[in-house]
Nanobody, 128 residues
């Protein structure tokens, strides 16, 4: 019923770009904070970026700041993650998630437990 479906993953060379999409069905993004997470084999899931509901502000982890851009299109009920200057260490399964929690501090907006809906993930591989 409530689903998030990621797309846009694939194989790219270091320095290349990729845009991920997260389409929602069964609910609308308008009232939700939407975040992107990633998990590489043998590593824990880490938060990458989120876009807030109240003011549309965005936040990025230090590892992707300046290279990734998150955006949303409420009319299409879709959130995007534009990834530029990709590095091999960006290789992971990328998953989008949505939650209706209140963010008090910017750095607290990527806690896994605060998100209610999760996609299945899309594979991003960066290699030469």
């Amino acid at each position: 019923q409530l689903q998030l479906v990621e797309s846009g993953g694939g194989l790219v060379q270091p320095g290349g770009s990729l845009r991920l999409s997260c389409a929602a069905s069964g609910f609308r993004y308008d009232y939700y904070t939407v975040g992107w997470f990633r998990q590489a084999p043998g590593k824990e899931r880490e938060g990458v970026s989120y876009i807030s509901t109240s003011d549309g502000s965005t936040y990025y982890s230090d590892s992707v700041k300046g290279r990734f851009t998150i955006s949303r299109d409420n009319a299409k009920n879709t959130v995007y993650l534009q990834m530029n200057s990709l590095k091999p260490e960006d290789t992971a399964v990328y998953t989008c998630a949505a939650g209706s929690f209140v963010i008090m501090l910017e750095e607290d907006g990527l806690r896994v437990g605060d998100y209610d809906y999760w996609g299945q993930g899309t594979q991003v591989t960066v290699s030469s």
